[in-house]
């Protein structure tokens, strides 16, 4: 059974970092494209980022490029996002997913 469980969510600092992680298990984890959603509260989930099965290429949505850097550890089936410079509009819910799998997601607030 394929299982994604997202972690490092929190309180954030406006102008602050953190750093999200996604552990995937019962998939061949280093086959997959892996992706992050986010959803915040009102809004409609929404693509943050994307990264090859060989990490070779990512893709950012404009709100996060140059803030977020989406990163895989194959040998460890472990995503990440680091994220840099938060903004209060960077609340959300966030989501990794693969194919039609998702995880339950972790819980990010910025906020002074």
């Known amino acids: 059974q394929v299982h994604l469980v997202e972690s490092g969510g929190g309180l954030g600092q406006p102008g602050g970092s953190l750093r999200l992680s996604c552990a995937a298990s019962g998939v061949n984890f280093r086959n997959y494209g892996m992706r992050w959603y986010r959803q915040a509260p009102g809004k409609e989930r929404e693509l943050v980022a994307f990264?090859?099965?060989?990490?070779?290429?990512?893709n950012y949505a404009d709100y996060v490029k140059g803030r977020f850097t989406i990163s895989r550890d194959n040998a460890k089936n472990m995503l990440y996002l680091q994220m840099m410079n938060l903004m209060p509009e960077d609340t959300a819910v966030y989501y990794c997913n693969t194919v039609s799998i998702w995880g339950r997601g972790t819980q990010l607030t910025v906020s002074s």
């Open positions: 990264i090859s099965s060989d990490g070779d290429t990512r």
